[in-house]
């Protein structure tokens, strides 16, 4: 377990600064999770954390010591890339053992830690073949197979599990918290996947161009967001964003949007709204947060009837995603797949406005809380 102290790390290639200065502080045993859109530089930042490239500015301290200068292999780092590297001529077994035989692990000790990895990434029965032998999700299992065989400081995870089919892909991301659970042993780990960033992070860094967006729990991150932009990409589907004009009603302030009529809903932080009074601001508003009516909701605080002109409906199963237009953006809404729900039609929904966030429509900052 280490802890990792990235200051103001700054990474250019040629003119282009790829990373304009991050700073994050993981604590040992911390599981930290980067996401971004692509190009933003998340490999960049993961491969001088590793050392496999210099920053152009600032530091990286793991457990206080100052590394940004040292070799990847003084830094006792497991790392699983993007483009996972096997040894093309050494067997499944040899290129998770690998690392170990350089630490000059007992033979007997190395056996039982490969059989140990190979079972938990479903691997045993490829044990004898050559990395050119295996499909794509079997290679990058082998890949990180040879990092868990090891027991290091730190572990950098790249997009592990990409490769992989849905199934494996839930299972392996089970495996992977079950193991952080055990080791404790500090992750940064980036992906793409939403799941993945909001059931194994502590924390989640979102990224975008080079500069840390957000940092906090995923549940931080998911209920107040601090911009547009991390609203948006946290979500699936994205937080709906609805064009809405401050007006004054019963002595509050409150939110004038066009669903099938106008209809006026109310906004938690009244203090936000004061000074955009008779402007428009960008409402966010989670599809969950737009259902069919509940009748156990009537009533409610924050809690607003609407009807709603039906455009497309996605049965999902546990869900059924309904389309609509409010104030001319698109919205989804989640609804249970019971309530009747049919393209063309005028429906009836529940607006709960409890947990939904305010953005300055020309900044796309928060503006509430
Ligand atoms: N050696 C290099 N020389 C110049 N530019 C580079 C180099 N390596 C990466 N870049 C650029 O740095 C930026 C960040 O790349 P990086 O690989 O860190 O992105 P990423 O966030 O990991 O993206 P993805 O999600 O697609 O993996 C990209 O615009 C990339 O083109
Ligand atoms: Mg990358």
Redesign the pocket.
Same mark, same amino acid.
């Given at each position: 377990m280490a802890n990792l102290v990235i200051e103001n790390v700054k990474k250019r290639? %040629?003119q $282009?600064e790829?990373l304009k200065g991050i700073n994050i502080s993981i604590e040992a045993g911390e599981f930290l999770i980067l996401v =971004?859109? &692509? %190009?933003? =530089?998340? &490999? $960049?930042?993961m491969n001088s954390i590793a050392g496999l490239e210099d920053v152009s500015e600032g530091r990286i301290l793991i457990d206080n010591n100052d590394v940004t200068y040292s070799s990847p292999k003084d830094r006792d780092i497991a790392m699983v890339f993007?483009s996972y590297a096997l040894y093309p001529n050494m067997t499944v077994a040899q290129n998770i053992s690998f690392g170990l035989e350089m630490r000059k692990v007992p033979k007997d000790e190395r056996e039982a830690e490969v059989q140990r990895v190979a079972d938990m990434l479903q691997i045993g029965h490829l044990l004898k073949r050559k990395p050119a032998q295996l499909s794509g999700g079997q290679r990058q299992r082998v890949a990180m197979g040879r990092a868990l065989a090891r027991r290091p400081k730190m572990y950098l995870f790249?997009?592990p599990l990409s490769n992989l089919d849905a199934k494996l892909r839930v299972e392996m991301r089970t495996e992977i918290k079950k193991l952080h659970q055990k080791l404790g042993t500090t992750i940064v780990y980036?992906t793409?996947d939403q799941i993945e960033a909001m059931t194994l992070a502590d924390r989640i860094a979102v990224?975008k161009d %080079?500069e840390v967006q957000q940092l906090g729990t995923p549940q931080e991150i998911y209920d107040n967001p601090t911009n547009l932009f991390v609203a948006g990409f946290m979500g699936s589907p994205a937080m709906n964003f609805v064009p809405a004009k401050v007006v004054e009603q019963n002595g509050a302030f409150a939110l004038e949007l066009q669903a099938s009529k106008p209809t006026v809903v109310p906004f938690p932080d009244q203090e936000s709204l004061k000074p955009y009074l008779g402007k428009e601001i960008l409402l966010g508003l989670r599809p969950e947060m737009i259902t069919e009516p509940q009748p156990h909701k009537e009533g409610a605080e924050f809690v607003v009837t609407a009807d709603i002109d039906v455009e497309v409906t996605e049965p999902m199963g546990a869900d059924t995603m309904v389309l609509t237009r409010i104030s001319e953006a698109e919205v989804n809404c989640r609804c249970n797949p019971v309530y009747p729900t049919k393209a063309g039609e005028t429906i009836a929904m529940m607006l709960d406005t409890s947990k939904a966030v305010a953005f300055d429509k020309d900044t796309g900052e928060r503006i509430d809380r």
């Open positions: 290639y %040629g $282009t790829i =971004g859109p &692509s %190009g933003c =530089g998340k &490999s $960049t930042l993007q790249d997009e980036v793409h990224m %080079g």
